[in-house]
């Protein structure tokens, strides 16, 4: 017989403990993701058997118009769609898993943080709700363990594997040895990669067309100009001195720079489309540098994945430069089995279907979390059990 026994802060929330699924059938789960601008809802199952899970349905609503008005992701404007949005991305996506023939949920999945604490609120009350309503138990997961889990949507990835997550709030290169743990071996020292190119964007002026900054970016940026050249040399943070053996990150020196550069003069089009690229193609190598810096300094002879996740590994230089790094890597005999793979486009950015599959591997290894769970602002992917609110079977 199976029961619950609470991990933590010793809270009973009313849930029947010994109705837990047998490991012997497909989970099914719903899911929330409000952690910053995205309305996602998602149902996503999975078997015990060794096949990939499947997305039954993945509905997000973006608010990026709303938002380019403002430069950038706007907190008041955020919180009003969520409110706005939720309830219907939830009832579309009900009635859609339905009309596919799942129409029940074995447990509530929705991201706990790290993120903004507005949109999370809103997004972890109304999961409760449904976890309440339903009589399923909530998983309240983390939201960049979720994208490091993402590519095991899609891809046969076994622990453990090395994950550099680029997003908008972070950048870290992490091992993930197991569904919980997951090892930071770099991070950013100051801002996040998505950040510093949604900045760039921003100072160029280029308009969003609907897409989120840096994709903007990325569609705007030319790597060569025919007649002349333009003076860009932008630095390469942390290469010099005592910082060169630092495996860390940090874009604020490029930012710095890139706003400088921009507002020295008047551009033509074809020179701003030169410096776009450029300035996306420094933060790259950047990144290349000290992931390789990282590897060098580590024993990965049992690692055979590098997985780039979150909203910038949607960008196909970023994903060109790090495989020519790891050719480069292969051609020393470093990390020989490694393989790089990244989750589909759709899968990279927020989505809520990453934080159903997150929500059903914390249910397999057996917790789900209390009723009284409070939405996280920072929260380090290496403390995910630190937290309270925890309950383990
Ligand atoms: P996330 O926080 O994971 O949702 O990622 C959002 C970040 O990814 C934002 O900074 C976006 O501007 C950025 N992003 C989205 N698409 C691209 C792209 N094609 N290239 C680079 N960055 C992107
Ligand atoms: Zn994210």
Avoid at 350 to 366: H, L, S
Wanted: net charge positive.
């Amino acid at each position: 017989m199976y029961r619950w026994y609470r991990l933590r802060n010793q809270l009973h929330c009313g849930f029947n403990y010994k109705k837990v699924i047998p490991p012997c059938r497909n989970i099914t789960s719903l899911a929330i993701e409000t952690s910053c601008d995205d309305t996602s809802v998602a149902v996503v199952q999975k078997s015990s058997s060794e096949s990939l899970p499947k997305i039954v349905c993945l509905n997000t609503h973006r608010t990026l118009s709303k938002n380019e008005k403002y430069g950038g992701i706007h907190p008041s404007v955020v919180i009003q769609e969520h409110q706005k949005n939720l309830a219907k991305v939830v009832y579309e996506t009900i009635n859609q898993s339905r009309s596919l023939g799942v129409s029940k949920y074995d447990l509530i999945a929705v991201t706990r943080g790290p993120g903004m604490m507005g949109p999370l609120a809103i997004g972890l009350n109304f999961a409760k709700g449904l976890a309440v309503g339903l009589d399923k138990p909530l998983l309240a997961v983390h939201h960049m363990q979720a994208h490091a889990l993402t590519v095991q949507l899609e891809s046969r990835v076994s622990f453990p594997f090395l994950s550099i997550l680029v997003s908008g709030g972070h950048t870290i290169l992490i091992l993930s040895k197991s569904v919980v743990a997951h090892e930071i071996l770099a991070s950013t020292t100051d801002i996040a990669i998505g950040d510093y190119l949604d900045k760039c964007a921003k100072y160029l002026e280029i308009p969003w067309n609907n897409q989120m900054p840096a994709a903007a970016l990325e569609k705007f940026a030319v790597p060569t100009l025919n007649d002349k050249s333009i003076d860009c040399n932008p630095p390469n943070p942390m290469s010099s001195g005592d910082k060169a053996h630092n495996p860390n990150f940090s874009f604020s020196g490029l930012e710095s720079y890139a706003r400088r550069i921009i507002t020295s003069k008047t551009w033509a089009t074809s020179e701003k489309k030169l410096l776009a690229y450029k300035l996306q193609e420094a933060a790259f190598k950047h990144i290349c540098q000290k992931m390789t810096k990282a590897i060098e300094s580590l024993d990965l002879s049992k690692v055979r994945f590098l997985v780039c996740s979150g909203g910038v590994a949607r960008n196909s230089l970023l994903k060109k430069m790090l495989k020519e790094q790891l050719i480069s890597l292969h051609k020393r005999e470093l990390a020989p089995e490694m393989k790089l793979v990244y989750p589909s486009l759709e899968l990279c950015s927020d989505n809520a279907a990453m934080i159903a599959y997150t929500g059903i591997r914390m249910f397999e290894e057996g917790y789900k979390s209390s009723l009284e769970v409070e939405p996280i602002r920072k929260w380090p992917i290496n403390t995910i059990m630190d937290v309270e609110g925890w309950m383990h079977q």
